[in-house]
């Protein structure tokens, strides 16, 4: 059975820090470029951070750039977000993703080539 199963989310005061893990059963990341996305309330999904699966290229939105930092462990069939310095403004439900693209731009940007979705996890940011 194939599955994408994200966790480390919760809830975490501003300024703080988690690492979501997205870990793959039923299949091998290796082969497909992988990216993190968010959708916060009464907002659209959008890309936060992408990485391919040749050269481990990455992209990063612009509101996220210096604060997360997409790996992936292909040993373990994990991918992970390590997010620092965490703003009120992050709050949304993360999902990862896997996609057959040729650039990380295509998945992140694009939303292009999508395989498969994970169920999401909640990061919430407040005091």
């Known amino acids: 059975q194939v599955q994408l199963v994200e966790s480390g989310g919760g809830l975490v005061q501003p300024g703080g820090s988690l690492t979501l893990s997205c870990a793959a059963s039923?299949?091998?990341?290796?082969?497909?470029?992988i990216g993190w996305f968010r959708q916060a309330p009464g907002k659209e999904r959008e890309g936060v951070s992408c990485?391919?699966?040749?050269?481990?290229?990455?992209w990063s939105a612009d509101t996220v750039k210096g604060r997360f930092t997409i790996s992936r462990d292909n040993a373990k069939n994990t991918v992970y977000l390590q997010m620092n310095s965490l703003k009120p403004e992050d709050t949304a439900v993360y999902y990862c993703t896997v996609a057959e693209t040729p650039t990380v731009q295509a998945l992140c940007v694009r939303v292009f080539g999508v395989r498969y979705w994970g169920q999401g996890t909640q990061v919430t940011v407040s005091s």
């Open positions: 039923g299949f091998t990341l290796v082969y497909y470029t």
């Open positions: 990485i391919s699966s040749s050269d481990g290229s990455t």
